[in-house]
């Protein structure tokens, strides 16, 4: 089959296949996770067997910059491949997961959809087919969230509304790059970086940072941990949105815009990239819910990859598309771990749980190999994504390798007490009839974890296949694998590894429990109230917009009374007036017809004749 | 083989009242809608077979008629056979008399004839003898049910069309004597050569003059257009069908598409067309508004509608014109569509009157479904196939310099909304109202031509990107401007 | 010896004299005359013109046929009864009223045509159609011949729908 095909496929196939659920008479979740199953492996045939051909495909859709455009090449199969590899893992997940719940059957239909709408977000190679599938995934996102609970809806409108808002200016944003580079073709498209051009630029990255869920967009994250079904957490935050978010963002910095180290643009992502991985880490080190100290890390890893692509140097680009990778795969089984503990042990409130790792002991090993790869423990993965990602920092400034650090730090204090906590304290809750959770849900996160002891060991083998292809004749030739980082890089790091360990070991050891062992963070003085304020929610540009919200909503009512008024009696009484004499106008005389027709003859016979015609 | 439009549907008015009467009684339907769906399938494969969209063998003396299929031929053949295979349902549906159904079928076959002869002639005077078919026959479908009210519209019909027939003439005889012939092509390279001497030029716009108001009289333009309501409401619904989904389009508006672009050659913004349009939008829907009777409403509205292929024709640009021929066809649809609900309701229901009904939606669910769609699509409610033609029509009014015009357009649009509202509220939402409660959804003959019209104006309107640049491109080059 | 022209006005302006008095006629019989009579004018004016075919047609089908038709259908329907004279002389009255803006306009009009006025290529017959009449007919004009076929058909089809059932109800009426 020619890639164009494959291309078709990958995008038709899971859509067509999403109908299978919904069209089931009897809606049976177990039904609908084979179906899904079946078709995200396909899928992941689909896409592995078009991986790295060149190819590109245009169908006629609406004309005028609106054409169905397809572009599979390195980077956008790469990207296609791994959310092909994330899909097929889940399905077999989900399946258990869901396989007594009600709205199971449902999810599956959501979850092949929005397979569907990622490969041809993935795949479009134009900007406005992008945003086709773009929107559609908001629409997708809105649905699956809404299946939480009851109350999930108030989350699931909040996440449409900032990414609403959001996918509002990258709208605004593909208006003037279409407008500037008159060509709507991705491959194509060249815009100047400055005037307006500028405005795009930031227009187009608060779209693509907004989706990886880079603060400050991210405040829905945390809540849908808490309210969303749980495989909706590993399937979108942590892994599609990353890819997709960090493909458009790497798609605009270096193929639209040619983004170089000295521009203010770099500057803009480098901040956004160090605030982000800072001020989301300090909130999840002090959250008591499992899920919702990862969503938290899932926002904070976002930092590192935009820090790293906004360096604007080789070695932070492929470090930032590395630890795009890297964290899809930990977060992911992160969040696979924290969904066995939810149907193993019933919730996920560290307060009642405790000493889960006798209990659990491959989800725990599993857990410790996943967090050591988050916290850039030498060896995985994730060390080495980082390690790139302060090469490049530290090239550009020293403050922002500091932050980078600092985050990293703060990212391992907080797992070192989600880990005690959750497996290893004793206590809380009646852990004694917890088991092993099913093979099914356990295999997914084995080979994620196996993945990060692999690209970790053998960094060689995604950097030369997927990420260094990408950047092409823009390394110089450089090869970023294996290790030879700087002593002081290292160095750095493995401090900020034992300052957490010393931190946590003094903290659990004062305050008897590893739940509080970074409670002195916390509760520092001057640190306690800014974190009081965040937690409730007085950070969070959501809730400012909807008090905001409310002070227009009152002034609108002054105003609403009178256009109601202007409306219900003036355009009434107007319309109604004109109506009416209209109607008397026509009395049904022949005559009265007639006089018309013959006085409009000639006013349209003089109009003529002056040339009017 | 384009005679085939004219010479098929005469043929079998013959074959029919030469056979037996019980039989021919029986027969006339099926042949009408056999005939009708023909055409149909002849006209969408005339693009694809070469041969059909000729003239028989022109070296053949006794085959050789003078007829051609312009550019805009397809859409009104296929506007003209979906509208009479719908009249021809409603009439078996609605009317009772055998013999009187078998003349109204006749009749429908010779009103037939008479568009198609219109869209196929290439002459003025040809034109002129089919105008005045479609014509005399609109009158009889008018009287058919020979009610006072019928025969009353009738007559203000016959008045005005006599005007319009005067004015036609007149402007006829005066081109004729200027330019020599009436040969579209002649009078087109005479008309646009440049050549003519001041005076003469002058006598030209005026005979053009009045040629434009004979068919705005035809058309039912503001303030042409006082037989239009009383001939569509006191018609029998079924000629109603007929009358409001494509009688005035063939005979006014179509007709002035073709002269303007055939015969006059204009290239132009009009500023009559653009003011007669404007005003006609704006009065039908004011009047609409204020309507008790679902026929009136639908006739006020068609004015409406009809003012906005003026607006289109007016701004003479290809976006423009492009509009106004697709909003020609989804009008012709929609307005089918709207009046076969107003059957439907007018024999389940009995009566039209607004104030009288109420809540019928869950009664006739098919007949209100479909009457929501008509109604948001002639509101030009996107995706509906009334959106996009509306789109186009005001994009190339304003990009032809006469924005007030399409401002306008838009925010009547707003009223035809409101108004449609109102009648959805009053016949299909609502309470239902006294008297009502035994009614039930209209029969198969009915249920066929609705679903058809409505799947075409939401398949239309969906498909709308494929078929802009499938058909509606291919047609921008074709007027030449 | 008058010239082409005055004869042709003069017999215009009575033509249009006749159609006046058709319109204002209360009595249906002397309408109809009146009608033959604009119908004789204008059949002169078309002779006088050069075109005696034209003429033939219109002497024949218009001021013959037709109001032979009308005459015979005035004598099936009943007279009016015993009108009063005041009672007509006012409908006449209300009648001219509404009439009043009809040679208004036709002077308007006749103003315009005579200032605009232009000579018109108005050229002799024989060398402009070399056809004849049969060929005219059956060749050039021959869509034509087929749209009159379907006019009359129509024609037909009015006239049963009108008259036909009217009739048979009436007889029903006398039994």
């Known amino acids: 089959m020619s890639t164009e095909n494959l291309m078709l496929l990958a995008i038709f196939l899971p859509i067509v296949l999403a109908v299978v659920p919904l069209a089931l008479v009897k809606k049976n979740a177990l039904a609908a996770g084979a179906v899904a199953i079946a078709a995200s492996f396909a899928n992941l045939v689909v896409v592995c067997l078009a991986y790295g051909k060149d190819a590109a495909l245009t169908l006629p859709w609406a004309g005028w910059f609106f054409e169905f455009t397809l572009r599979n090449y390195q980077f956008s199969s790469f990207i296609l491949a791994a959310a092909a590899l994330f899909g097929a893992l889940l399905s077999v997940y989900n399946t258990v997961f869901l396989k007594d719940k009600a709205y199971g059957w449902l999810f599956h239909a959501y979850f092949l959809l929005t397979l569907g709408f990622v490969n041809g977000a993935i795949l479009a190679d134009n900007l406005l087919l992008l945003l086709f599938f773009w929107e559609g995934l908001l629409g997708l996102m809105f649905g699956m969230i809404y299946l939480g609970h009851r109350d999930a809806y108030r989350t699931a409108t909040k996440a449409v509304i900032i990414a609403g808002v959001t996918d509002l200016c990258m709208m605004f944003g593909i208006g003037l790059a279409v407008h500037l580079a008159e060509t709507a073709t991705m491959s194509q498209m060249k815009v100047p970086m400055e005037g307006l051009g500028g405005l795009a630029f930031v227009l187009l990255v608060i779209g693509a940072i907004s989706k990886a869920g880079s603060m400050p967009f991210h405040t829905w994250i945390p809540d849908a941990a808490t309210d969303a079904p749980m495989p909706f957490l590993p399937f979108v935050p942590a892994a599609l949105e990353k890819l997709l978010g960090i493909y458009l963002l790497a798609r605009v910095t270096l193929d639209f815009f040619k983004l170089d180290g000295g521009h203010w643009g770099s500057m803009l992502l480098m901040v956004v990239g160090a605030l982000t991985i800072n001020l989301a880490v300090a909130m999840a080190l002090i959250q008591k819910d499992y899920k919702r100290l990862l969503s938290y890390h899932a926002i904070s890893q976002v930092g590192y990859m935009i820090l790293g692509i906004g360096t604007c140097t080789p070695v932070g680009v492929v470090g930032g598309l590395f630890h795009m990778l890297n964290h899809t795969i930990y977060k992911c089984c992160l969040f696979l771990t924290s969904g066995s503990v939810e149907r193993q042990a019933g919730t996920t409130d560290l307060r009642k749980i405790g000493g889960l790792g006798r209990k659990m002991p491959v989800t725990f090993v599993l857990f410790i190999i996943a967090a050591a790869a988050i916290a850039g423990f030498p060896g995985t993965n994730g060390f080495f994504s980082k390690e790139l990602v302060y090469d490049g920092a530290l090239e550009r400034h020293w403050i922002f390798y500091a932050a980078a650090v600092l985050g990293s730090f703060l990212t391992a204090a907080s797992f070192l007490k989600l880990g005690h906590a959750a497996y290893l304290d004793k206590g809380r809750g009646d852990a004694s009839k917890v088991k092993e959770a099913p093979a099914a849900m356990l295999v997914p996160g084995i080979v994620l974890a196996a993945l990060c002891l692999a690209f970790g060991a053998g960094n060689a083998f995604p950097l030369h296949n997927f990420i260094q292809p990408v950047l092409g004749d823009a390394l110089h030739g450089h090869d970023y694998s294996g290790f030879h980082f700087k002593l002081v890089l290292v160095g750095g790091s493995v401090a900020a590894l034992l300052l957490a360990f010393a931190n946590h070991y003094f903290g659990a050891k004062s305050k008897g429990s590893g739940l509080a062992a970074v409670d002195h963070i916390h509760y520092a003085p001057g640190l306690h109230q800014i974190y009081d304020a965040a937690e409730k929610r007085f950070f969070d540009p959501y809730d400012w917009a909807r008090n905001v919200g409310k002070a227009v909503a009152y002034v609108g009512f002054g105003i609403d009374r009178a256009i109601d008024f202007f409306f219900n009696k003036v355009v009434v009484f107007v319309a109604g007036g004109i109506s009416g004499t209209i109607r008397a106008l026509h009395n049904g005389s022949h005559a009265t017809y007639l006089a018309w027709t013959l006085a409009g003859l000639v006013i349209v016979i003089v109009a003529c004749m002056a040339g009017r015609l | ?481 | 010896m008058l010239s082409l022209g005055t004869i042709l006005l003069i017999l215009l302006v009575l033509m249009v004299l006749s159609a006046l008095w058709a319109v204002m006629a209360t009595d249906l019989l002397r309408s109809t005359i009146a009608l033959a009579l604009t119908s004789v004018f204008l059949a002169i004016a078309i002779y006088m013109m050069g075109a005696p075919l034209a003429a033939v047609f219109e002497l024949s089908v218009c001021a013959g046929l037709i109001t032979v038709v009308f005459i015979s259908a005035i004598s099936m329907i009943k007279p009016e009864g015993n009108t009063r004279k005041e009672d007509l002389a006012r409908k006449r009255r209300k009648r001219l009223k509404k009439y009043i803006p009809l040679p208004i306009l036709l002077a308007v009009a006749g103003v315009l045509l005579w200032l605009n006025r232009v000579d018109l290529p108005f050229t002799p017959d024989a060398d402009v159609f070399p056809l004849t009449l049969s060929e005219i007919m059956w060749d050039v004009r021959r869509v034509d011949i087929a749209g009159q076929a379907v006019m009359i058909l129509v024609g037909v089809f009015g006239i049963v729908v009108l008259f036909k059932e009217f009739v048979r109800r009436g007889k029903g009426g006398e039994e």
């Open chain 2, 1 to 481: 083989m384009i005679t085939l439009y004219i010479a098929l549907p005469l043929a079998v008015v013959l074959l029919l009242n030469l056979s037996p009467r019980r039989t021919a009684n029986a027969l006339s339907l099926w042949c009408g809608l056999v005939l009708t769906v023909f055409a149909g399938a002849y006209t969408l494969a005339m693009p694809h077979v070469p041969g059909l969209a000729d003239a028989f063998d022109p070296a053949n003396r006794v085959l050789q008629w003078k007829i051609e299929a312009g550019n805009l031929a397809g859409v009104m053949f296929l506007s003209i056979a979906l509208v009479v295979f719908s009249a021809f349902w409603v009439g078996r549906y609605l009317i009772a008399d055998s013999n009187r159904r078998f003349i109204f079928n006749n009749l429908l076959l010779l009103c037939m004839t008479g568009m198609n002869g219109i869209v196929l002639s290439n002459d003025l005077f040809t034109l002129y003898v089919f105008l005045e078919v479609v014509a005399a026959s609109s009158f009889i479908l008018i009287a058919l049910e020979r009610t006072n009210a019928g025969l009353e519209g009738a007559f203000k019909y016959v008045l005005l069309s006599a005007v319009a027939t005067v004015l036609v003439l007149s402007s006829m005889a005066l081109i004729f004597v200027l330019v020599g012939s009436l040969d579209y092509g002649t009078v087109k390279a005479v008309l646009t050569s440049g050549q003519l001497d001041a005076a003469t030029s002058r006598f030209v716009t005026f005979a053009i003059g009045l040629f434009v108001v004979g068919l705005f009289i035809k058309g039912g333009m503001v303030p042409f257009h006082g037989w239009l309501p009383d001939a569509y409401s006191s018609a029998p619904t079924a000629s109603s069908v007929l009358l409001g989904g494509i009688v005035t389009k063939a005979a006014g508006v179509f007709t002035l598409i073709q002269l303007a672009q055939n015969v006059f050659g204009w290239d132009k913004p009009s500023p009559v067309l653009l003011a007669v349009g404007t005003l006609s939008i704006a009065v039908g829907a004011f009047a609409a508004l204020g309507q008790r009777n679902f026929k009136r409403m639908l006739a006020y509205s068609s004015i409406s509608q009809i003012g906005y292929i003026i607006i289109g024709l007016g701004a003479a640009n290809e976006v423009a014109v492009v509009g106004a021929i697709l909003h020609l066809f989804n009008h012709s649809t929609f307005k089918t569509l709207l009046f076969v609900n107003s059957a439907a309701v007018e024999k389940q229901a009995g009566t039209v009157d607004m104030d009288k009904l109420g809540g019928l939606a869950n009664k006739m669910p098919v007949t209100g479904f479909t009457s929501v769609l008509a109604m948001l699509s002639t509101a030009g409610v996107p995706p509906l196939s009334g959106f996009w033609s509306k789109l186009l029509i005001v994009l190339g009014v304003w990009l032809s310099g006469a924005h007030a015009v399409a401002v306008t357009a838009i925010l009547l649009s707003v009223v035809t909304l409101a108004y449609f509202l109102s009648m959805q509220r009053r016949v299909f939402f609502g309470r239902l109202a006294p008297g009502l409660e035994g009614v039930k959804e209209a029969g198969g003959w009915l249920l066929v031509p609705e679903i058809v019209l409505a799947v075409i104006t939401l398949g239309l309107g969906l498909t709308m990107p494929w078929f802009f640049n499938t058909f509606l491109v291919p047609l921008r080059s074709l007027w030449s401007l």
